[in-house]
């Protein structure tokens, strides 16, 4: 398998404030890296695919100023959450592509905006 | 736009019973269909399929795909309260995005 790990593992904020997750592929490379999010009971959304040294791609409805996702290095990509409000709260998960077919999960972060 | 589709969407057997997972997908240019497991946490992998007809098999867990059907199937045999999860099946289709099914939650009493 590989490891991919995510920092902070649990956060709460105040409403209005950023929140920046960091997610590290620690034992490959990866070129692709994708964010989730997770609702209660309900399964994982793809938000956005990052690249290595390019902008991310976002999907239908996630707004790009919001989630900034940032990919500088083959084994990091950060989400950074501006201006969180409580619709916000939710579980964020991460994964780096190892080749051509499979993908490797970070923990993942919950957030909860107060 | 691609789609996938698990059912049951619950399930609650005893401990011994033997279960069976079902997914079913509508994927432009299918590459692959992954199979997880996710407790508290992030989803953990446990196969991956890309040709049709071969079983892959894991201790008491095992899997196969049909293209033809446009499904897999997820076997757990003997289950044991530490399968109680969610199992989740995705398929990666094009611009190697994985679509996720919503999942089905097993539960094992006891």
């Known amino acids: 398998g590989a490891v991919v790990s995510q920092h902070p593992s649990r956060v709460i904020c105040k409403s209005g404030t950023s929140v920046k997750i960091e997610c590290r592929s620690l034992?490959?490379?990866?070129?692709?890296m994708f964010w989730y999010r997770q609702f209660p009971k309900q399964s994982l959304m793809l938000m956005a695919t990052?690249?290595?040294?390019?902008?991310?791609?976002?999907e239908q409805g996630v707004e790009k100023d919001k989630f900034l996702i940032n990919h500088a290095s083959l084994t990091l990509s950060t989400l950074t959450v501006t201006s969180a409000h409580p619709e916000d709260s939710s579980f964020y998960i991460c994964?780096?592509?190892?080749?051509?077919?499979?993908?490797?999960f970070g923990p993942g972060t919950r957030l909860t905006v107060l | 736009e691609d789609k996938v589709v698990q059912s049951p969407l619950s399930l609650v057997v005893h401990e011994g019973d033997t279960v069976t997972l079902n997914c079913s997908y509508e994927?432009?240019?299918?590459?692959?269909l992954l199979w997880y497991k996710q407790e508290k946490k992030a989803p953990t992998f446990l196969f991956m399929l890309t040709s049709s007809g071969i079983e892959k098999k894991s201790g008491r867990l095992s899997s196969i795909l049909d293209k033809k059907e446009l499904s897999s199937i997820l076997n757990i045999t003997a289950t044991q309260t530490g399968d109680s999860a969610i199992y989740l099946c995705a398929v990666y289709g094009a611009n190697s995005k994985l679509t996720f099914g919503k999942g089905i939650t097993l539960s094992v009493r006891p």
């Open positions: 994927v432009t240019n299918f590459r692959s």
């Open positions: 034992d490959f490379q990866a070129t692709t």
């Open positions: 990052s690249n290595e040294g390019s902008k991310a791609t976002y």
């Open positions: 994964s780096g592509q190892k080749g051509y077919n499979e993908q490797f």
